[in-house]
């Protein structure tokens, strides 16, 4: 176990609506950074948070937006959602600066 | 273009055997590479990390070898288990901030009796 974790574990939504995923870092971590997996694939960056501030984004549309809370707990929202926003979200936690970043076990996401 | 480049996609060994994976990269400038595990529907996890300096680094039956010149990077597992079964990632590391973080799109490994 990695100490990050994440919620829910599985989601099923239908095409248009909006969702909201859930990541809470491993404890002294200041930085989460959210990832999307797709089948197959190896995970795309999509942004990182540090100090409740976007530091980084992806090629990833204004649609996936997020949020870091005091406790460095982060969000990741998708509004309109797509068919092909169905993948795995990965959130991984870091103390800024260092390169060792530990993975939650990731929200499945399917959109009908 | 910072990628990473994994081969072979797919792997099916026997239990019990020997593979070698292997990570070719070009991001630039290059700070370190790693290893992840990742089992089906989990986030992966950490193998090994290696710098500039390391040119191997093992973990039980997994070792890593980092040649930074050429840059490639293979990832060697002996007698392999059934729960070797997973996809592994390789990740590249580039010296700024932001994103620097480079995936590779993995090998799956298949480990059978």
């Known amino acids: 176990e990695t100490g990050v974790t994440q919620s829910p574990t599985h989601l099923i939504k239908t095409r248009g609506q909006q969702v909201t995923l859930r990541c809470s870092s491993q404890?002294?971590?200041?930085?989460v950074s959210w990832y999307q997996q797709a089948l197959g694939q190896g995970p795309q960056f999509i942004f990182q948070?540090?100090?409740?501030?976007?530091?980084g984004r992806g090629n990833f549309p204004p649609r996936f937006s997020g949020l870091q809370f005091p406790n460095y707990s982060s969000e990741l929202n998708v509004n309109a959602l797509e068919l092909d926003d169905s993948a795995l979200y990965l959130c991984?936690?870091?103390?800024?600066?260092?390169?060792?970043?530990?993975f939650g076990p990731g929200t499945r996401l399917t959109v009908t | 273009k910072n990628q990473v480049e994994q081969s072979p996609q797919s792997l099916i060994i026997l239990e019990g055997k020997n593979c070698t994976l292997q990570c070719n990269y070009t991001v630039s400038p290059f700070s370190n590479l790693r290893w992840y595990k990742q089992d089906t529907g989990r986030g992966p996890v950490s193998l090994t990390i290696?710098?500039?300096?390391?040119n191997t680094k093992s973990n039980g039956r997994y070792t890593a070898t980092l040649d930074a010149d050429t840059k490639q990077s293979s990832l060697h597992i002996t007698a392999s288990q059934l729960s070797d079964s997973a996809s592994y990632i390789c990740?590249?590391?580039?010296?700024?901030?932001?994103?620097?973080?480079?995936f590779g799109t993995g090998t799956s490994l298949t480990v059978i009796p």
């Open positions: 290696m710098t500039f300096s390391e």
């Open positions: 404890s002294g971590h200041n930085t």
């Open positions: 948070y540090y100090r409740e501030e976007e530091n």
């Open positions: 990740v590249v590391s580039a010296v700024y901030g932001g994103n620097q973080f480079y």
């Open positions: 991984a936690s870091r103390v800024f600066g260092s390169y060792e970043q530990y």
